[in-house]
T-cell receptor, first 112, second 114 residues
Framework: KQEVTQIPAALSVPEGENLVLNCSFT??????LQWFRQDPGKGLTSLLLIQSSQREQTSGRLNASLDKSSGRSTLYIAASQPGDSATYLCAASYNQGGKLIFGQGTELSVKP | DTEVTQTPKHLVMGMTNKKSLKCEQH?????MYWYKQKAKKPPELMFVYSYEKLSINESVPSRFSPECPNSSLLNLHLHALQPEDSALYLC?????????????FGPGTRLLVL
C-alpha cells in the first residue's frame, strides 16, 4: 500500500531558526513529490515540486530534497519567520494520472 | 494568472436540499480535481477529470455528482447529503502528461450539512 508519513505532527520554533520538515513514502517508484502550505481554513499553496529524476529544488528560503532509495523527502526552511506559520503537507504522485497521496501534515508555529 | 476560483465560499444546506459547487480556472489546464478535507486531516481525492472526461472516481457516494461542462469549469452537484459530509471542498487543476504537474488549488468551499 502506498503511504506517506510526516513527522513531526507539530513543531514550534523561535523566529530566525533554520528547520527541517520530514516526509517519508513507502513506495520508491515515485513520479513526483510536492510540498504544499495550508493556512487555517484556506486552500493549498504549492511550494515546490520535485520530479523523480531530480534530487532537490529551491525557491527562496525553501529547499526540498528527494531521496528515492530511502523513501524520504525533506523541506528545509531557512531563517524562519512568523509568517511561515502554517500546516505543511507533502504529497506523492505515482503516475501522470494526477492522484496525490498526502501525508498528515506538519503544523508549524514560528514564535516572534 | 495562476488562480483557481471556487464559489460559494460557504454553504449551509439541509439533508433534503440540492446545491452545486463551482470551480473555474483559466490556465489552460486540462486536468481538474475535487478533494474533500475534514478538519486537521489532509485532502482526500474524490474525482479527477482529464480532457473533460471523468478519469478517477474514488468510490464516492452517488449523492456527489461531478460535471465538467468545458475545459475551464468543474461543478460538484450535491443532493441528499449527510451531516458527516460537512467539510472543506477543494478544487484543483493541472496540466496533463508532464512530470512537472503542479496542482493549483482553489480556496475551497466550506460546507455545513444540517
Amino acid at each position: 500500500k502506498q503511504e506517506v508519513t510526516q513527522i513531526p505532527a507539530a513543531l514550534s520554533v523561535p523566529e530566525g531558526e533554520n528547520l527541517v520538515l520530514n516526509c517519508s513514502f513507502t513506495d520508491s517508484a515515485i513520479y513526483n513529490l510536492q510540498w504544499f502550505r495550508q493556512d487555517p481554513g484556506k486552500g493549498l499553496t504549492s511550494l515546490l515540486l520535485i520530479q523523480s529524476s531530480q534530487r532537490e529544488q529551491t525557491s527562496g528560503r525553501l529547499n526540498a530534497s528527494l531521496d528515492k532509495s530511502s523513501g524520504r523527502s525533506t523541506l528545509y526552511i531557512a531563517a524562519s519567520q512568523p509568517g511561515d506559520s502554517a500546516t505543511y503537507l507533502c504529497a506523492a504522485s505515482y503516475n501522470q494520472g494526477g492522484k496525490l497521496i498526502f501525508g498528515q501534515g506538519t503544523e508549524l508555529s514560528v514564535k516572534p | 494568472d495562476t488562480e483557481v476560483t471556487q464559489t460559494p465560499k460557504h454553504l449551509v444546506m439541509g439533508m433534503t436540499n440540492k446545491k452545486s459547487l463551482k470551480c473555474e480556472q483559466h490556465m489552460g489546464h486540462r486536468a481538474m480535481y475535487w478533494y474533500k478535507q475534514k478538519a486537521k486531516k489532509p485532502p482526500e481525492l474524490m474525482f479527477v477529470y482529464s480532457y473533460e472526461k471523468l478519469s478517477i472516481n474514488e468510490s464516492v457516494p452517488s449523492r456527489f455528482s461531478p460535471e465538467c461542462p468545458n475545459s475551464s469549469l468543474l461543478n460538484l452537484h450535491l443532493h441528499a447529503l449527510q451531516p458527516e459530509d460537512s467539510a472543506l471542498y477543494l478544487c484543483a487543476s493541472s496540466h496533463v502528461g508532464r512530470k512537472k504537474e503542479t496542482q493549483y488549488f482553489g480556496p475551497g468551499t466550506r460546507l455545513l450539512v444540517l
